[in-house]
């Protein structure tokens, strides 16, 4: 068996510009929540605080998530066509891992998420989906031979503890079932899997070519699981439309993006920590936008969040070791 060789540590300019991509993967996926929230908010219930008038949309969660996948597996393979040929191939042997990528790492968290928002509520499931760094460390040790200081546990201890805070876990804010639970734990669990098959497909596959595989087998998966009329009726409201490309675009093929560059060059652990960033940027843009409370402990919690990121970031750890490919 080949000798694992260690890589050393990536320069500073590649861990700034890693978790400056993540952090911007963080905004987009709190951009896409926001937009979720506008467009299925009733009209007639609108708090004077609001900027904007919701659209009230009756599109189910996963018919969204079918409609996103779709459209932005289109545009992307629109781009790519014009631009960047060379990232649509790859070869017979690396199918499965893609469609596994794609079925289970990226259409299989989109569906848990929304499970667990069905079953309890958007704060619940947010929390336990950022349990997944915890795991991410767990399997990056087991599996990646990531090396492991204090640094990375009480980074991730941080970032879970503020995402709890800001999601409002202490002032009573979750909605708890069993079945609540068991979603939202296996939705952290394939955000887990999709940053460890991330990390380890950016040193095989440009993120323009993961990001498009993953989003034609994601999209395949919703248009079996629920009909093709189904998903393409979704975009029969003009302004729904509209909206689901948006979130296609800013939601989806710009952050999926962006994380998986961020996996490449800080890693896996880190990675998943910045992008805890997300509650703290939809809890702030929520007030704004929405006029929603913003109280001390959410801001406390925001606060955690950014020092587990700071005190990760000065580790200026090795991306994890990876056996060598063939």
């Known amino acids: 068996m080949s000798e ?6 990536p320069p500073l300019e590649h861990r700034t510009r890693g ?8 905004a987009c996926w709190a951009a896409g929540g926001l937009t979720a929230k506008w467009m299925f908010t009733a009209p007639t219930d609108v708090p004077a605080s609001w900027l904007v008038r919701p659209l009230g949309i009756a599109v189910p969660p996963a018919v969204l998530a079918g409609g996103r996948a779709l459209s ?3 545009l992307l393979a629109a781009f790519l066509l014009a631009a960047r040929r060379k990232d649509l191939k790859v070869s017979l042997r690396d199918v499965p891992f893609l469609a596994v990528f794609g079925v289970v790492a990226l259409a299989g968290m989109h569906f848990t998420y929304f499970k667990t928002i069905s079953l309890t509520n958007v704060a619940t499931a947010i929390l336990l989906e950022y349990l997944a760094p915890v795991l991410v460390l767990i399997m990056s040790v087991v599996f990646l031979r990531e090396r492991v200081t204090w640094v990375l546990p009480a980074g991730v201890s941080l970032s879970v503890v503020g995402c709890a805070l800001v999601v409002g876990a202490v002032g009573g804010g979750l909605v708890v079932s069993a079945a609540g639970i068991a979603w939202g734990l296996a939705s952290a669990v394939l955000f887990a899997t999709y940053s460890l098959m991330g990390t380890y497909a950016t040193r095989r596959f440009t993120p323009w070519t993961l990001l498009f595989w993953g989003l034609g087998f994601a999209a395949l998966f919703w248009l079996v699981a629920l009909g093709p009329k189904v998903v393409l009726d979704s975009f029969a409201d003009p302004v729904a439309a509209v909206a689901i490309v948006f979130i296609a675009v800013v939601s989806t093929i710009m952050p999926f993006g962006a994380f998986l560059t961020a996996l490449h060059l800080i890693g896996p652990t880190p990675a998943t920590i910045t992008a805890t960033l997300e509650p703290m940027l939809a809890g702030i843009a929520a007030f704004v936008i929405f006029g929603e409370k ?4 959410q801001l406390l919690g925001g606060a955690l969040v950014i020092a587990a990121i700071v005190l990760v970031q000065s580790q200026g750890a090795a991306a994890p ?3 060598p490919q063939d």
């Open 19 to 26: 978790y400056l991509l993540a952090a911007f993967a963080a």
């Open 321 to 323: 070791a990876l056996p």
């Open 294 to 297: 913003l109280t001390v402990v």
């Open 4 to 9: 694992v060789v260690r890589p050393p540590s």
């Open 72 to 74: 932005a597996f289109l």
